[in-house]
């Protein structure tokens, strides 16, 4: 059993940054991909970026694309999601997963294809 812990979230201005933690506890993650998602008020949960295990590969949804940045540390059993000129559009409850299929070369992007789930940190983009 792992337990997924996600920090940093909060109330932000267009444009401004934040870097989001998600830290693993239980188990390590390190050979696992991971993900984060978001869902805004009345959507769906979406895709919004997943790293590999090693953190030689990474993917983004496109609506993040050139702003977010995903990293992993593996040493802390924790991953990273830098986002930078935030958007109204970008406001949300954030969650991170993991995917246990250790080593894959595979970085998913549905929730179908994650294992366990966090919480959730909640970021909101103001005018």
């Known amino acids: 059993q792992v337990q997924l812990v996600e920090s940093g979230g909060g109330l932000v201005q267009a444009g401004d940054s934040l870097r989001l933690s998600c830290v693993a506890y239980?188990?390590?993650?390190?050979?696992?991909?991971m993900g984060w998602f978001r869902q805004a008020p009345g959507k769906e949960r979406e895709f919004v970026s997943a790293?590999?295990?090693?953190?030689?590969?990474?993917r983004y949804a496109d609506s993040v694309k050139g702003r977010f940045t995903i990293s992993r540390d593996n040493a802390k059993n924790t991953v990273y999601l830098q986002m930078n000129s935030l958007r109204l559009e970008d406001t949300a409850v954030y969650y991170c997963?993991?995917?246990?299929?250790?080593?894959?070369?595979?970085?998913?992007?549905?929730?179908?294809?994650?294992?366990?789930w966090g919480q959730g940190t909640e970021v909101t983009v103001s005018s």
């Open positions: 239980g188990r390590t993650v390190s050979t696992y991909a």
């Open positions: 790293i590999n295990w090693s953190g030689s590969v990474t």
């Open positions: 997963a993991a995917d246990f299929r250790p080593y894959s070369a595979y970085v998913p992007i549905g929730l179908s294809e994650y294992d366990y």
